[in-house]
């Protein structure tokens, strides 16, 4: 068995954030989930509907690994990125980190991990990995997968080969720090702006508050788009809720981060941003209760209730990015 006694296994709320606290750690720079998510500027909003979906999906936060890239170059530290379509390589280049001492990020299709309790392909998911044996894979995913997990070879190279949405050619990526490390403080701001600066200026209806305003055109209309709404708007509603696929749990994390952010930095726009966020966040908790209700009932005025609450949640997430973007 090769295995890494300093990991801190500790799981989080969102998938990438806590490969990264994983990785970070070990590198000396311990911060806190919000932290992670606001420096990476990690906040942004997706309506993604086609003729070969089978209901439409919603995303609260950038595509898979920008966030990663993101933190790496404001925190100033070395990301070291490896893809491969050949399994052999993939595997020597997670086995060789972890040999020398340090943990690997991977990004996978979660549909493949054994301990994983929803079994829907996600190509976007990411776990740490801090050691193996000749059976199984030690990992590191959220607090509601388990935290410190593991799951045989074979399911993790199936996960790591998958092809399709948001996959990656068996990425795997491992974090440097420098000895003189900049303070994470001095990122906070161009973090904002720049996550504040793609919000607002999306360049196609799909994305950002134009995003949001869109899902508030198209929900009402759910009931009659999928062939399946007793199972389709239950599930999406879980997902918003509890993993971030439209609002919540991505709101409630930058919410928390502009707190902590305030607490560093005395800015009235950062105040601002802070509590149209808390109002954010506490609506679409209630778009999503919306959702399951019109789904599980069939009764389509829940749905137009969420409709009225996403174009109030376009209005104040468009005034809390422009208050921020001013910092």
Known sequence: MTMLNDIEARGMR??????????????????????????????????????????????????????????????????????????????????????????????????????????????????????YDEQNAYLVDTAAQGGAVSTGLADLARARAERGPMTARHRSFTITAPADLPSPQDGIIPAIRTCADVFLNPPIANLGHRGIEKTAQQVPKWLRRSENPQEDLPRAAVLMERAGTGGALFRNLYRDFLSESAQLIDSGHLRTGHSLYAEAATLWTQVAALIGTAGESGDAQHLVQAGSILHELSRVERDAMRALSML
């Open 14 to 131: 969102h998938c990438e954030t806590t490969a990264l606290g994983v990785l970070l750690r070990h590198e000396g720079l311990d911060l806190s989930e919000p932290m992670l998510f606001g420096l990476g500027s990690g906040l942004s909003f997706i309506y993604w509907d086609s003729k070969n979906m089978g209901f439409p999906f919603l995303g609260g936060r950038v595509r898979p690994f920008e966030l990663t890239r993101n933190l790496a170059a404001v925190l100033g530290v070395q990301l070291a990125v490896e893809e491969t379509t050949s399994p052999r390589k993939a595997w020597q280049n997670v086995a060789a980190p972890i040999d020398a001492g340090r943990p690997v990020g991977l990004q996978l299709d979660s549909y493949h991990l054994d301990y994983f309790s929803t079994k829907v392909h996600f190509g976007g998911h990411v776990v740490a990995m801090y050691g």
